[in-house]
């Protein structure tokens, strides 16, 4: 079983920066890749940014040159630098973990274990 336990979120004001934070315990893949996804009612659960162990990072489209997933080894924390947020980036965000890709899934189904969300809104 593993657990994930989000943390960071908050509410700012457009342009301002947010980190957050995920902690993993628990009996996580040796190899792994990791995830940040968000959602808002309603809608789809849409991938933000992934990570593996090897380092190799994916970003979605509307994220790119705005935020930055990080995770030291496998004991720290999964982060997530969020700069320049703007009133869209709203939403409820989600660390997830599953087995090791090449280049890690930014769909849900690759992975097996998801956190209870930390809630970020962004007023203009």
């Known amino acids: 079983q593993v657990q994930l336990v989000e943390s960071g979120g908050g509410s700012v004001q457009a342009g301002e920066s947010l980190r957050l934070s995920c902690a993993t315990s628990?009996?996580?893949?040796?190899?792994?890749?990791m995830a940040w996804f968000r959602q808002a009612p309603g809608k789809e659960r849409e991938g933000v940014a992934a990570i593996n162990n090897k380092y190799d990072r994916r970003y979605a489209d509307s994220v790119k040159g705005r935020f930055t997933i990080s995770k030291d080894n496998a004991k720290n924390p999964l982060y997530l630098q969020m700069n320049g947020l703007r009133p869209e980036d709203t939403d409820m965000y989600y660390c997830a973990h599953g087995p090791y890709d090449r280049t890690c899934s930014l769909t849900s189904n690759q992975y097996n274990y998801w956190g209870q969300g930390t809630l970020v809104t962004v007023s203009s």
């Open positions: 628990g009996h996580t893949y040796r190899n792994y890749c």
